[in-house]
T-cell receptor, first 115, second 112 residues
Framework: AQRVTQPEKLLSVFKGAPVELKCNYS??????LFWYVQYSRQRLQLLLR??SRESIKGFTADLNKGETSFHLKKPFAQEEDSAMYYC?????????????????FGQGTRLTINP | ETGVTQTPRHLVMGMTNKKSLKCEQH?????MYWYKQSAKKPLELMFV???????ENNSVPSRFSPECPNSSHLFLHLHTLQPEDSALYLC???????????FGSGTQLSVL
């Protein structure tokens, strides 16, 4: 079964400090992993995906298959990073249901950046 | 409004009422989804539709009845709900061969 665990419900750091939001997953196949973010009064939106190996708004996330983790990191937090962050997992593209995917989400971590 | 639109934004209903949630997207996406977001649980996938066909029912009680008349519209018909069904119901859509889901703003449902 697919499962995503975000062990921290709340995380508070000071502006300029490094941030790491933890995500661990359970999946027997080759997963695709994502981070979604929800800023205050905005809708849930994709932040980044592991397959792209991209850095978005200074955030990066590396898939560690040995540790089954996909932690989100940013070296210097900014106040506008305050939001709810969700880690999500999908089966590998080969098991997509002909163009639709089934994302499994973690419980989310509320990140607060203090000035 | 562009993107994924959900109506109503808020809904209060009694346990014997029948109501419907509506979702529409004009992004040309082929897949649409219903998710439930409760206060103390992760986002739960309820239903998946792909090219109007239901491809996933995640053991959802029959008091929730989805309908997808075309690839742009998705409904969730509600009947004899329970107070524990109170939650934020999110609709999402995606394009074939692309991982990104686009979410609506959700309908906040309260069952009295």
């Amino acid at each position: 079964a697919q499962r995503v665990t975000q062990p921290e419900k709340l995380l508070s750091v000071f502006k300029g400090a490094p941030v790491e939001l933890k995500c661990n997953y359970s999946y027997s196949g080759s997963p695709e992993l994502f981070w979604y973010v929800q800023y205050s009064r905005q809708r849930l939106q994709l932040l980044l995906r592991h397959i792209s190996r991209e850095s978005i708004k200074g955030f990066t996330a590396d898939l560690n298959k040995g540790e089954t983790s996909f932690h989100l990191k940013k070296p210097f937090a900014q106040e506008e990073d305050s939001a709810m962050y969700y880690c999500a997992l999908s089966g590998s593209r080969g098991v997509w249901d002909q163009g639709a995917q089934k994302l499994v989400f973690g419980q989310g971590t509320r990140l607060t950046i203090n000035p | 409004e562009t993107g994924v639109t959900q109506t109503p934004r808020h809904l209060v209903m009694g346990m014997t009422n029948k109501k419907s949630l509506k979702c529409e997207q004009h992004l040309g996406h082929n897949a649409m989804y219903w998710y439930k977001q409760s206060a103390k649980k992760p986002l739960e996938l309820m239903f998946v539709y792909n090219f109007k066909e239901q491809t996933e029912n995640n053991s959802v009680p029959s008091r929730f009845s989805p309908e997808c008349p075309n690839s742009s519209h998705l409904f969730l018909h509600l009947h004899t709900l329970q107070p524990e069904d109170s939650a934020l119901y999110l609709c999402a859509s995606s394009r074939q061969d692309h991982e990104k889901l686009f979410f609506g703003s959700g309908t906040q449902l309260s069952v009295l």
